[in-house]
C-alpha cells in the first residue's frame, strides 16, 4: 500500500502592498518550508476572489489595512464556501491585532460536543 502524499498546505498572500506581501512570503516560506506553498500573492479584489476559486487555498492571509480589498464581499465568498480554509486577517497598523476565521465541516457527534463547550 503506497504511502500516503503529504502535500504542502496551499498560502494565498491578499495585499496591495508589496512589502506586505514579500515580508510575508519570506517570513512563512522559512518557518514553514515544504510545508506551504504560497500559491499566489493577488493585489487586487477581483484577483483574489479569482485566487480563491482557482488554487483553492488552505490559508488565506488579507492584509487588513489594504483598503482595496473589500473585506465584507471576501468575508462573505469565504462564508458561502464548502472547502476547509482558514482566513487570517493581519494588521500593520494594530500591532499584534490577528484575526483568524475558520470554515470547517464537523460530524453530528462533533457539532454536539462544540455546541456543549465552543471554547475547550
Request: hydrophobic share 40%; no cysteine.
Amino acid at each position: 500500500m503506497p504511502e500516503p502524499v503529504n502535500l504542502p498546505h496551499r498560502v494565498l498572500i491578499v495585499s496591495a502592498n508589496p512589502l506586505f506581501r514579500e515580508g510575508l512570503r519570506k517570513l512563512y516560506t522559512e518557518r514553514w518550508g515544504g510545508k506551504a506553498a504560497i500559491v499566489g500573492m493577488p493585489t487586487t479584489m477581483t484577483e483574489a476572489l479569482s485566487g480563491l476559486e482557482t488554487h483553492q487555498p488552505d490559508l488565506v492571509i488579507v492584509d487588513f489595512d489594504d483598503k482595496t480589498i473589500n473585506r465584507d464581499e471576501f468575508l462573505n465568498r469565504f462564508v458561502t464556501g464548502k472547502k476547509p480554509m482558514q482566513v487570517m486577517l493581519v494588521s500593520l497598523q494594530e500591532s499584534g491585532q490577528v484575526v483568524v476565521y475558520d470554515r470547517r465541516t464537523l460530524t453530528s457527534a462533533q457539532a454536539e460536543n462544540w455546541l456543549n463547550d465552543p471554547w475547550s
